[in-house]
């Protein structure tokens, strides 16, 4: 048998927009389900369902304007036996019969003007209701509807998000939108894509430095000896290579880790996976944006192998020449920009790493020494360390015997 649902008396209303439907043909509904959401200038009123049963049509669209008596929606009446005796026979006609009204049920106000809850966020009865239900603030929500309504969509939408955030482990983080703004307002602009290595480290650096606790130490080390010892030993070999900064502390870095292996692991879960291998990433400025290609097993190189593979790793990463194997498998990385300037900064972890050391411009500086000021050249050098796995205690600890293992080193060439 098929009925038809009504507009039930909207308290003297007339003409009232449909702003939501909520029914489609083909769904099964039941008796007081939400039909459609009307809002007038001073009330938001749900219809509903006086019946349960099959929708067959819908027989209102959005904006259209709805009186008392209305129709709503085309049923195929779904009736117990029990509810059969309660329906009025006049009320409910066959499909073959012209179509009679069926009883409706009186609209639920649900929101008035000055309600507190919809001051200034528009959603219907039906997405409240939802929202509600999921704990979701509509006030959150980016609205995608008419006139800046919220949809049930818009509640999904948002959830899902929160979802994936929590599932990437920045769940809490409730952060205004980015600002978009048309920047030729102001002046002349140019476009620039980002490179694909942009985007690739972008994205990881980004990963890093939101989940992971970053510490950066940061001191100096008086190098004057070893830039004598390097600068001489690079006068004695006028083909080759040369002894650089970099390679000098790759391979202190070995000594320093050993003692202090903390820094040469990876946290996994509540476990510290500690390796015993040293392969050493170092960061490579490219045309192309940032590459760190990996030292594979420093322990085993003696410091001009060493130079000579940071030298001919850098110029391959240089020339797009490096292969992937050659990116992967770092236990530790250095970034150096001592050949460029500065003193301090911050590096990002290079996870799963929990420590990156930061190199800087090496810089005369006057230093006290026996009650006089002496010239020595200092190298300034930055830690940063993941603070779940490194406390300032050993990040300063580790950071004595580093300086005090390339001090060494002048001993072992
Ligand atoms: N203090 C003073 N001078 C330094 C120095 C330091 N700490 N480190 C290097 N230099 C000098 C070298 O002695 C060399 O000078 P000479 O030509 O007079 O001998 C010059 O700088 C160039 O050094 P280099 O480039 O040959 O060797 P390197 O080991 O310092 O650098 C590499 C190699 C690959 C690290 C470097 O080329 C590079 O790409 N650096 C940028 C790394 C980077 O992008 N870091 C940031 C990452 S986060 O965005």
Redesign the pocket.
Same mark, same amino acid.
């Given at each position: 048998m098929s009925i038809q649902l009504l507009v039930p008396d909207l308290g003297g209303f007339e003409n009232i927009p449909v702003i939501e439907v909520l029914v489609q043909p083909g769904q099964t509904i039941k008796k007081n389900d939400p039909l459609v959401t009307l809002e007038s200038s001073k009330a938001t009123m749900e219809v509903p369902a006086s019946h349960g049963g099959r929708v067959l049509r819908v027989l209102v669209q959005l904006n259209d304007r709805v009186s008392q008596g209305s129709p709503v929606v085309e049923l195929d009446e779904i009736v117990s036996t029990e509810q059969q005796a309660q329906i009025e026979i006049p009320q409910v006609v066959t499909k073959s019969e012209p179509l009679q009204p069926s009883v409706s049920l009186p609209a639920k106000i649900v929101s008035l003007p000055g309600q507190p809850f919809s001051a200034s966020v528009h959603a219907s009865p039906t997405v409240r209701q939802f929202a509600r239900e999921l704990g979701v603030p509509l006030e959150k929500i980016v609205p995608s509807g008419p006139n800046k309504r919220i949809l049930k969509t818009d509640v999904q939408q948002f959830v899902k998000q929160l979802v994936q955030q929590n599932t990437n482990g920045i769940g809490g983080f409730s952060l205004e939108p980015w600002p978009d703004i048309d920047f030729s307002q102001f002046g002349l602009i140019q476009k620039r894509p980002l490179t694909r290595i942009q985007k690739l480290t972008g994205a990881y650096l980004h990963r890093n430095w939101v989940r992971i606790p970053h510490v950066t130490y940061t001191d100096e080390v008086d190098i004057t000896d070893l830039e004598n010892h390097r600068q001489t030993y690079?006068e004695q070999q006028p083909v080759g290579v040369?002894l #650089? &900064? +970099? =390679?000098y502390l790759l391979k202190a870095l070995v000594a320093a880790l050993k003692t202090h292996p903390e820094l040469n692991s990876s946290l996994v879960g509540e476990e510290l996976i500690l390796k015993q291998y040293y392969h050493f990433g170092?960061? *490579?400025? #490219?045309s192309q944006g940032?590459v760190v290609p990996v030292v594979r097993d420093v322990e085993q190189l003696l410091l001009p192998q060493l130079?000579e593979r /940071?030298?001919q790793m !850098?110029e391959r !990463?240089?020339s797009g020449q490096i292969s992937p194997r050659e990116l992967q498998g770092g236990s530790f990385t /250095?970034? =150096? +920009? %001592? =050949? *460029?300037g500065g003193r301090f900064?911050t $590096? &990002?972890i290079n996870a799963p790493e929990v420590a990156i050391l %930061? /190199? %800087?411009? #090496?810089?005369i500086q006057p230093i006290w020494s026996d009650g006089t000021f002496v010239p020595r050249s200092m190298? $300034?050098l930055s830690l940063s360390y993941d603070h779940r796995v490194v406390d300032g205690v050993l990040g300063a600890r580790f950071m004595n015997t580093l300086k005090k293992e390339l001090l060494l080193l002048l001993n072992q060439i």
């Open positions: 690079n040369k #650089t &900064i +970099l =390679s170092f960061a *490579v400025d #490219t940032l130079a /940071v030298f !850098a !990463a240089r /250095v970034s =150096s +920009l %001592g =050949s *460029v900064f $590096p &990002i %930061g /190199v %800087g411009r #090496t810089q190298l $300034p």
